[in-house]
């Protein structure tokens, strides 16, 4: 057993390598997402050659070898002949090796190859979870928390001691004394716990290119988020002119038209917060996902105003991302970068430009990269 989990421990060596320099190719094409499952994702590792049996030039005996000649029929088989489909083709034909590979590794890989420092939780932003924990026998106790294997010891010890048992007929009746029964601690240990917000245009200039941006971009944030904290919630909110939430489906899903009103997307997430989430009780991340386009300067004032004073005071950090698109005018950003330092590495609020599929290894460790 022991060179069975060795030679499994170099294995998942190999596919870890294998992840790891590939790692910027699988986020760009997005290869993982349609395989995630509950709690591990399916990756194809095409590099691994598998191990295949080949014939032996030589010609000493041995099974299946014997008198022919190149050329000569081995028999009929259950086939018969013609009812072959296809045509022959040259070459080998493609190996894919699918690896399962759990949700956790994955973000370590992650944060390892984009150089990610551990998320500290904000302030007091945590939640004492409380759980009870068996540490040892005592000798009273509820019936229910009774120890059989202990009583039934203490009191086979105390009839031998006292000359009671009798080997040919061995009953062993517990007494009161005999009675052990476990005993327990109540346990209390923060639990950090975060919520993320994810806000996208849904308006007509935010095609499904762009879209799958987000998809992609959003499944590793929250692969690296969850990796951070025990506890996370993820809440979803569309918006064109106006705003709600929506379930993930919905959320990447949704195509609508019509014109943009981000302080609609923005109104909405602050009023889930103060309603819904005690600030000093959670890590708040709300990210905006958008083609820069919005109604007019009057609503890109109020978006500035909520922003100050409602989102990024509590939230350990907000992020716009602006999805470069063929419609969107693109000024969204620039508005943000006139009203807030979005320059420092100690500013609550990031901005990232994603131009490509290319472009969203770049944006996550901008997103991230700042351990808040």
């Given at each position: ?113 984009l150089q990610l420092p551990h998320i500290e939780p ?43 048992y009798d080997a040919k007929n061995p009953v062993v ?62 809440r979803y909110i569309i918006h064109d002119a106006t ?130």
């Amino acid at each position: 057993m022991s060179r069975i989990k060795q030679d499994h421990s170099r294995f998942r060596d190999i596919v870890r390598g294998k992840v790891r320099r590939n790692l910027k190719s699988y986020i760009s094409n997005g290869e993982l997402i349609g395989k995630q499952g509950k709690d591990r994702v399916s990756i194809p590792l095409p590099q691994i050659e598998l191990p295949r049996f080949k014939f032996s030039a030589q010609d000493g005996g041995g099974v299946g070898q014997g008198q022919g000649e190149p050329g000569d029929s081995l028999g009929q088989g259950d086939g018969q002949p013609g009812e072959g489909q296809g045509e022959a083709g040259e070459g080998e034909g493609e190996k894919a090796l699918e690896v399962d590979i759990t949700l956790d590794e994955l973000a370590q890989i992650l944060g390892e190859e984009l150089q990610l420092p551990h998320i500290e939780p904000k302030g007091s932003k945590q939640v004492v979870s409380e759980r009870d924990k068996y540490t040892g026998i005592r000798p009273v106790g509820p019936n229910s928390l009774r120890h059989f294997k202990r009583t039934f010891r203490n009191a086979l010890k105390r009839s031998i001691a006292i000359g009671e048992y009798d080997a040919k007929n061995p009953v062993v009746v517990p007494i009161k004394e005999d009675m052990r029964y476990r005993a327990w601690t109540t346990i209390k240990s923060p639990q950090a716990n975060a919520l993320v917000i994810y806000m996208m245009d849904v308006s007509g200039s935010m095609g499904d290119e762009q879209k799958e941006i987000v998809r992609i971009e959003s499944f590793w944030i929250n692969t690296w988020l969850k990796s951070q904290y025990q506890g996370i919630e993820t809440r979803y909110i569309i918006h064109d002119a106006t705003a709600k939430e929506v379930d993930e489906h919905t959320f990447f899903h949704t195509r609508e038209s019509g014109g943009t009103m981000i302080s609609s997307a923005y109104k909405l997430a602050a009023r889930i917060i103060e309603e819904e989430y005690t600030a000093s009780e959670w890590n708040i991340y709300p990210f905006h996902f958008s083609d820069g386009d919005n109604w007019s300067v009057d609503d890109t004032a109020t978006c500035i105003e909520i922003l100050r004073e409602r989102l990024v005071p509590v939230s350990n950090q907000f992020s716009y991302g602006q999805v470069e698109s063929p419609y969107g005018s693109g000024q969204f950003i620039k508005d943000l970068r006139q009203h807030f330092d979005t320059v420092s590495a100690e500013s609550p609020l990031v901005v990232s430009e994603i131009k490509n599929k290319d472009a969203i290894v770049g944006s996550i460790k901008e997103f991230l990269g700042a351990g808040r």
